[in-house]
């Protein structure tokens, strides 16, 4: 079982759509990345939150520490959003290295 | 700043042939990863270095794949010898003080036919 999962794994959505992404972890983190890697294949790293909410323009990343749960919210979705979400957590360093363990991706197409 | 810098961007080799991947990091960073991509996989961490030290290379897949940082600014990424099962793209990324916020380079397709 992965330690980090992703729902769902592909997601279609018409533009202007409000679009949720979910990501659930069964470790005790430090901190969760959500990564964006567009179709060219660069990643780009969208928010890192150890708890709470965080906004960002049109995105949102919210955490649930005691349910080891995130989500990523996209409001007014435009195919510019058009990409590959990665969830990745970092493990309490608890001995442990400092390292991100990757869910495997949500694609996400938005349609004009 | 020129941001993670990775060298080929593309590479295609034959089975056997030694390959070396090249990263640059952004200058006054401290970390620098080395992940691996693949359909079946999506990224695994291979190796991460801190302050050029290897941290944790539980990673990396076997005796063929090394991986050295000389200096602050560059490090290498070496299969020897390659297979068709290494064809993936490998991403270099780096980061300040702590291991949070990376930043990643365009990454090399590698090829091993």
């Known amino acids: 079982k992965n330690e980090v999962e992703q729902s769902p794994q592909n997601l279609t959505a018409q533009e202007g759509e409000f679009i949720t992404i979910n990501c659930s972890y069964s470790v005790g983190i430090s901190a969760l990345h959500w990564l964006q890697q567009h179709p060219g294949g660069g990643i780009v790293s969208l928010f890192m939150?150890?708890?709470g909410k965080k906004k960002h323009g049109r995105l949102i990343a919210t955490i649930n520490i005691q349910e080891k749960h995130s989500s990523l919210h996209i409001t007014a979705s435009h195919p510019r959003d058009s990409a590959v979400y990665i969830c990745?957590?970092?493990?309490?360093?608890?001995?442990?290295?400092?390292?991100?363990?990757f869910g495997k991706g949500t694609k996400l197409t938005v349609n004009p | 700043d020129a941001g993670v810098i990775q060298s080929p961007r593309h590479e295609v080799t034959e089975m056997g042939q030694e390959v070396t991947l090249r990263c640059k990091p952004i200058s006054g960073h401290d970390y620098l990863f080395w992940y691996r991509q693949t359909m079946m996989r999506g990224l695994e961490l291979l190796i991460y270095f801190n302050n050029n030290v290897p941290i944790d290379d539980s990673g990396m897949p076997e005796d063929r794949f090394s991986a050295k940082m000389p200096n602050a600014s560059f490090s290498t990424l070496k299969i020897q010898p390659s297979e068709p099962r290494d064809s993936a793209v490998y991403f270099c990324?780096?980061?300040?003080?702590?291991?949070?916020?990376?930043?990643f380079g365009p990454g090399t397709r590698l090829t091993v036919l």
């Open positions: 990324a780096s980061s300040f003080l702590v291991p949070y916020e990376q930043f």
């Open positions: 939150l150890s708890s």
């Open positions: 990745a957590v970092i493990p309490s360093k608890e001995g442990g290295s400092e390292k991100l363990v």
